[in-house]
Structures are given as structure tokens and as C-alpha cells.
């Protein structure tokens, strides 16, 4: 259970944090949240899940996460394990994570998986999730290839797409306070799905 010095400081984080504004993930048009106001009512569900999983703790033991209370949301499912040197690798990928990467992520690094660029915006919001022991929920525009390369991100295939996405990144730890797991899920949205974020396009 947090002592009140703890309680105050999330307080203030909290505080802190709606006053500022989306961090801009250059090069590309994609935003971090760390007030984590998602907007797909998938992720929230999965937001929610692991904010009931907590129990006496601040942050959840991966024990506590059972994929089975989330079955349909599997296929967008990734999580990343916290290496000893501070970089990432993929623990596992669902199917439909699986092909928008356009490779089986499983075992390799970020920047392996999503190109050098990619792998550095994604670098940057897991250590912000270590750092802080918070969810953090990242939204914006993603490019790819298709058909599917590899990286899907960078490495060039027959025709560019667009797409919108929203994704939710969630700490787990062992002891309630160092990260060792983040769990992720990611909505990618094409057509007429695409959302309207109107903190990022002013309406």
C-alpha cells in the first residue's frame, strides 16, 4: 500500500501531468499520453483490467495478468521484457500485431524488429513506462509498407499506407516497483475506423 509521501507525489505527478501538454514523438506524428486518456473503449477495458490487478501495489506482477480475461483482445497484444542493459526485446506478439510488423517479433530487439527509426520512438515511451512505473498510452499516424517487410516500418515494399493508431503500455513488476514487463496493446485504425483525436488535430 503507498505511504502517504507516495500518494502525494503520484497526486502531484497526476496533477502535473494533465497540465502538459502530449509529448511529440519526432520524427513522426505520434504522441505520448502519460495522462493515459484513451480514447478506444478496448483499451480502456484492458487499462482498467490492470488497474484491478494492482491490489496492495502500485504496479501488478505479470502472475496477476491472465490472458484469458482478455481473449478478444489477444491478437493485439505484445509485450516487451525490460533487459538488464535497459533495452527491450519482444517476450510475444498476437496474430494481428504479428502482420502489421510483417515478422514474428518474438526474441528480437525493437530497433530488429521496427528499423532503427521506429525502434527509437519506441525506446523512448518503454523507458518513460520503466522510469515512472506508469501506463502510458501513445496515439498519432503510422506509416508502412505493404505487402508487409521488414521492418514494415522502413524498409520499402510495393505501395506506403497511412493509418491512425492508439496504443496502450502498461508497467508489470515483480516486487510492485521495478519494471520488468510491459504489456501493450495497439488499435490500428484504417478507413472509415479512423478516429478523431482532437488533442492533437485541434478539434
Known amino acids: ?18 497540465r502538459s501538454p502530449l509529448l511529440k514523438l519526432a520524427p513522426f506524428e505520434a504522441y505520448a499520453d502519460p495522462v493515459c486518456a484513451l480514447k478506444d473503449s478496448r483499451l480502456q477495458v484492458l487499462h482498467e ?60 530487439t525493437l530497433t530488429e524488429a521496427l528499423g532503427p527509426r521506429a525502434g527509437k520512438l519506441a525506446t523512448a515511451v518503454f523507458t518513460a513506462v520503466v522510469e515512472y512505473g506508469r501506463p502510458m498510452r501513445t496515439l498519432g499516424q ?9 521492418p514494415a516500418f522502413e524498409t520499402p515494399g510495393h505501395e506506403l499506407s497511412h493509418m491512425s493508431f492508439e496504443a496502450v503500455h502498461l508497467p508489470l513488476s515483480p516486487n510492485g516497483a521495478e519494471v ?17 483525436f482532437p488533442e492533437i488535430s485541434g478539434g
Open 49 to 108: 483490467y490492470w488497474r484491478a490487478r494492482r491490489g496492495d501495489v502500485p504496479i501488478p506482477p505479470r502472475a496477476a495478468i491472465h490472458p484469458r480475461d482478455f481473449t478478444r483482445l489477444l491478437p493485439r497484444i505484445f509485450m516487451v521484457d525490460v533487459l538488464p542493459d535497459g533495452g527491450f526485446a519482444f517476450r510475444l506478439a498476437g496474430t494481428a500485431i504479428v502482420d502489421l510488423f510483417g515478422c514474428e517479433p518474438t526474441g528480437k
Open 1 to 18: 500500500m503507498a505511504t502517504p509521501v507516495q500518494k502525494a507525489t503520484n497526486d502531484a505527478a497526476r496533477k502535473a501531468a494533465r
Open 180 to 196: 520488468d514487463i510491459i504489456l501493450c496493446a495497439l488499435m490500428p485504425y484504417s478507413g472509415d475506423e479512423q478516429p478523431r
Open 142 to 150: 503510422m506509416d508502412w509498407w505493404t505487402p508487409p517487410t521488414t
